[in-house]
């Protein structure tokens, strides 16, 4: 029994409590993110953001939560039942199991796994399905047309967020994220691939549908876009996934060029998850202010962006940091 307990049953346990760890705080963040976006916009527009819903507005996010889940879900007729159900359930999920391999101090990471990029990759790749499904079960035209999109948009910046990422790996010769983030210790690697990583944080809010990107979602041709038939929780868990995307991405870009849990500036007192936490409020600070300054791309121009402009430039930045790599004789940082 001992054997049982100490093998098996234990490490479970002990996995599901750091699950649960990771998860609660993800999705009351992504409940207090809406919130920080609507009083931060509104602040930026000059007026009042939420305030009436408890004090200074803080229980707006739960009274939402709240009035989507007892809303009834309907399901249009002629609807394909089961995809239109699990197709919001796999966006979510999506969003979640992401967060297995992001580490928030040295020993602080579910799963420190040793192609932990590879891993994130392929889980943000898969993320199109979800969206693909709504449009196709939801047997409606607009809903499909907006899937179709997202699909192309995601791609479109996927291959061009790839290439970013290996001129990372590049200077690091590692794919686990902890070794990627030691490597930065002298310095972030924002400063020597400050284009990458511009580059790489646009295709994040392309990659996430997020203004000025949220073609998907165009409310003026596509009436909401994939999510249109949706009401009730099923669109609270479209909803909890887009922003839970959004941290994510957030995290992977502040792991990728800002250091991740490293201190700036020597700061070693502060524990390191706050730091990441601080890094990734600055950049979500960003996908909000983008939302309140910039009117929407035209869907030519943001292919034309992601295709004509990121691709090539991706591309070029591969070969110059090889190129550097190799004719100064700098040696991958991790060996």
């Not at 200077?171 to 790489?200: H, K, T, Y």
Request: net charge neutral; with cysteine; aromatic share 14%.
């Amino acid at each position: 029994m001992a054997e049982f307990w100490d093998g098996y049953l234990w490490p479970t346990i002990w996995t599901v409590i750091k699950i649960v760890a990771i998860v609660v705080p993800v999705l009351l963040s992504v409940a207090y993110l809406t919130l920080a976006e609507r009083k931060v916009i509104g602040s930026m527009h000059m007026r009042r953001g939420p305030n009436v819903v408890g004090p200074f507005g803080l229980l707006q996010p739960m009274a939402d939560g709240l009035k989507l889940f007892l809303k009834e879900i309907i399901i249009p007729s002629g609807a394909s039942r089961g995809v239109f159900i699990i197709a919001p359930m796999m966006t979510l999920t999506l969003a979640l199991i992401a967060w297995a391999v992001i580490p928030f101090s040295k020993d602080l990471v579910l799963s420190d796994l040793n192609v932990g990029i590879l891993y994130l990759f392929a889980v943000s790749g898969l993320g199109v399905y979800g969206i693909l499904m709504a449009g196709w079960a939801s047997n409606s035209k607009y809903a499909f047309l907006g899937s179709l999109r997202c699909a192309a948009q995601m791609v479109s910046y996927e291959v061009s967020m790839g290439f970013i990422i290996i001129t990372v790996l590049l200077c690091v010769g590692s794919l686990n994220l902890n070794d990627i983030i030691e490597a930065q210790r002298g310095m972030w690697f924002i400063f020597p691939l400050f284009p990458m990583g511009v580059m790489f944080f646009i295709s994040t809010v392309a990659e996430t549908n997020r203004h000025p990107f949220d073609l998907p979602e165009a409310e003026a041709e596509l009436v909401g876009g994939y999510n249109v038939e949706y009401g009730g929780m099923a669109f609270a868990l479209f909803f909890l996934g887009e922003y839970a995307n959004m941290i994510m991405m957030a995290g992977l870009t502040s792991v990728l060029f800002l250091g991740g849990w490293l201190a700036p500036f020597g700061m070693d007192f502060i524990p390191g998850p706050i730091w990441l936490i601080l890094k990734i409020c600055f950049l979500l600070f960003i996908f909000i202010w983008l939302r309140a300054a910039y009117p929407r791309y035209r869907y030519d121009q943001l292919m034309r962006l992601g295709w004509k402009v990121f691709l090539p430039l991706s591309l070029v930045g591969v070969v110059v940091t090889a190129g550097v790599l190799v004719a100064f004789d700098l040696a991958p940082v991790i060996q």
